[in-house]
């Protein structure tokens, strides 16, 4: 079982950036997966998780701003972010989740984590 992250990348603020997360060895309809971020010197955080019920859940800092949906054709999870801010430059990863009860973003119910991608947002 494997996810693997793409599409990280330097933007200016207020733009937008898709994130891929591609899994292997599973379908993305067996697995929650959720999205985290971790910035230098910051603890780890969940940024938002999407079912196998395809329902999304995200935190106050982000809902609006970031969408997640499934791309079941590519096996594939994307991570849409809008209207992004310096604050939201951190690396970013997408995960396999082994529960799914709310809030799903939650790390302690990762199972297999991607290796990251560097989102940095500045002008």
Do not use: H
């Amino acid at each position: 079982v494997q996810v693997v992250e793409s599409g990280g990348g330097l933007v200016e603020p207020a733009s937008s950036l898709r994130l891929s997360c591609a899994a292997s060895g599973f379908t993305v309809d067996v697995f929650a997966i959720g999205w985290f971020r971790q910035a230098p010197g910051k603890e780890r955080e969940g940024i938002g998780c999407i079912k196998t019920t395809g329902a999304t859940l995200y935190p106050d800092s982000v809902k609006g701003r970031f969408t997640i949906s499934t791309d079941s054709a590519k096996n594939t999870i994307t991570l849409q972010m809008n209207s992004l801010r310096p604050q939201d430059s951190a690396v970013y990863y997408c995960a396999a989740l082994k529960r799914d009860a709310d809030p799903c973003y939650y790390d302690g119910y990762v199972a297999y984590w991607g290796q990251g991608t560097q989102v940095t947002v500045s002008s």
